[in-house]
């Protein structure tokens, strides 16, 4: 399957009577990632809630590819092949490890899910030991790298990730940032990728936005965005 | 002894139908944290549809059969109908959303079929089993061990529709966390509907059990629906290995009641079993993580 492209275009979304995005448009084009940056309140995680129909668009496009997703269910747009990674949670804890990983599968071909659960046994060897356990036995850090598998179990055409790196052993940072990078290469997946770490995003990011106060401030290519010091001091804060 | 074995029997064969009504709840209070008070009334009619069917064809088994389907229908189009647009309001709305289901049903029956007490045939015999001249009581009789195994293997089937089966891992992720589950693509709201529908189907079994015992009223599911509701918080509500044990805890506590104690007494006693597990268990005995799994 080529690989996708995730369109917002002028979007006004939040919660209650006061929208958090004022007309956010942001393009992640093929095979690319794309960082988006900016400090807490930005709404970076409303952007990503909104992109995957828990939040309510109220004005704007949200497009895959050539699919409208706006205003779809969110069970909807994650059949559609985008997937979530929530920040810190998004781990079932009733359920064991493994069938946590599984609920990834439901959206694959019947034939694909064994090897592709064995694929990311071999990938994430933590979550191979602890197969049978109970998700909630699991560290934080083991939780964001079941939630992480999990997604990329789905076989996703957009993967939006949220502080993928909150909670995580630097060393595992760099495992999962590496992984995300190796998917877009070998497999085309596009990536939005919001993270509180400006420098470490934009080192493996194609491009990036800077969020302020719910709108656009600036995009541009990642090298670029990290060479912008009066940018990155007055928003980046490195 | 004699009384002891034939009292622990007859226990054993009234709590698998306490169970069955129990984890009717349960599978009810999983899908969507909701107590359906219409459940016995819901297996009442499913009985009356049961007979129905038995009158005019002269066949229990496809009495039996037209009965789980029918449960399994009206549970599905319940939650459809009444429960989901209550769906995100105040927790009181279902419950009295639910009430009013019951008045319903219980008033159309007594429209439709009259209130006149109605016996109900079983498919096998109720005689009791001896050896020698050792009496085993109802609770041994061929009627008793059917309904024994028909809820057991009910809730085997249950068990491994949930743990084995992809729907089964649906149902588990929408009922523990529905955000989740929407991520991964799962549609809620169908899981639900199925849960309410196979509750439904597990009621009217239930109904089919019981009914040669109480007769055939529209009240006559009433005091069972009690005594499952009862089963269940035993259990802990969302664990239905709990709604089993509780169930079968409570059958024969019942008939020690009853046989050693007076025949009067059960219901109270029931009732203050209740009250001491809400005291001091709220949860129910079942209800940890550890039980949860199933």
Redesign the interface.
């Known amino acids: 399957m080529p690989a996708s492209s995730l369109a917002v275009a002028d979007v006004v979304a939040g919660y209650g009577s006061a929208p958090v995005l004022h007309g956010v448009s942001i393009t992640a084009r093929p095979a690319t990632i794309t960082a988006v940056l900016g400090a807490n309140g930005a709404g970076k995680t409303t952007l990503l809630r909104t992109i ?3 939040v309510r668009t109220r004005s704007g496009q949200v497009r895959l590819d050539e699919t409208s997703l706006t205003r779809l ?3 909807h747009i ?2 559609a092949g985008v ?2 990674v ?1 920040e810190g949670q ?7 490890v493994e ?1 946590n990983l ?3 599968l ?2 694959r071909r019947r034939a694909d899910r064994g090897a592709a659960l064995e694929d990311a046994y071999r990938r994430f060897g933590i979550l191979a030991d602890r197969r049978r356990r ?1 998700a ?1 036995t699991l560290s934080g850090g083991e939780r964001q790298i079941l939630v992480i598998a ?1 997604a990329l179990l ?1 076989a996703p055409r957009v993967l939006l990730l949220d502080e993928p790196s909150l909670g995580l052993a630097p060393k595992v940072v760099v495992q999962v940032m590496d992984l995300v990078r190796q998917l877009r290469d070998d497999s085309g997946l596009t990536v939005l990728l919001v993270e509180q770490n400006a420098r470490s995003a934009l080192s493996i990011a194609d491009q990036g936005v800077v969020l302020n106060l719910g709108k656009v401030v600036a995009t541009a290519p990642a090298g670029e965005l990290a060479a912008d010091v009066a940018l990155r001091r007055h928003y980046l804060g490195f | 002894m004699q009384e002891f074995v034939e009292f622990t029997l007859g226990g054993v064969s009234d709590g698998v139908i306490y169970a069955a009504i129990g984890l009717s709840l349960v599978l009810i209070w999983r899908a969507t944290r909701v107590l359906n008070y219409a459940q016995g009334g819901l297996a009442m009619f499913t009985s009356y549809i049961a007979l129905i069917v038995i009158n005019a064809t002269g066949n229990y088994w496809l009495g039996f059969i037209v009965a789980l389907a029918a449960g399994l229908i009206i549970g599905g189009v319940v939650e459809r109908v009444v429960i989901r647009p209550a769906a995100g309001k105040p927790h009181l709305n279902t419950v009295i959303v639910t009430i009013g289901l019951l008045i319903l049903v219980e008033g159309l029956a007594g429209i439709i079929y009259g209130s006149k007490n109605r016996s109900f045939p079983t498919p096998y015999s109720i005689v009791g089993a001896k050896i020698g001249s050792f009496d085993l009581g109802a609770g041994s009789s061929p009627s008793a061990i059917f309904t024994a195994i028909s809820v057991l293997v009910a809730a085997g089937l249950l068990a491994v529709l949930f743990q084995y089966t992809s729907v089964g891992l649906r149902m588990r992720a929408s009922a523990f966390s529905g955000t989740v589950a929407q991520l991964m693509g799962v549609r809620v709201g169908r899981m639900t509907t199925v849960g309410w529908a196979l509750a439904g189907l597990i009621g009217a079994l239930a109904g089919m059990l019981v009914t040669p015992q109480t007769f055939l009223y529209p009240n006559s599911m009433d005091s069972i629906f009690v005594l499952g509701f009862t089963a269940a918080v035993i259990g802990g509500l969302d664990s239905p290995v709990g709604a089993i044990v509780g169930g079968l805890i409570l059958g024969v506590l019942l008939n020690y009641v009853t046989g050693y104690v007076g025949s009067n007494l059960p219901e109270l006693a029931g009732l203050a079993l209740l009250i001491l597990v809400l005291m001091f268990r709220p949860s129910g005995l079942f209800a940890s993580t550890a039980t949860r799994q199933v």
């Open positions: 995957s129909g828990f269910a969110p069970d994650a059949r997937a979530h929530p998004g781990v079932i804890t009733e359920l064991t069938e599984k609920l990834g439901l959206l109970h909630a999990r789905s």
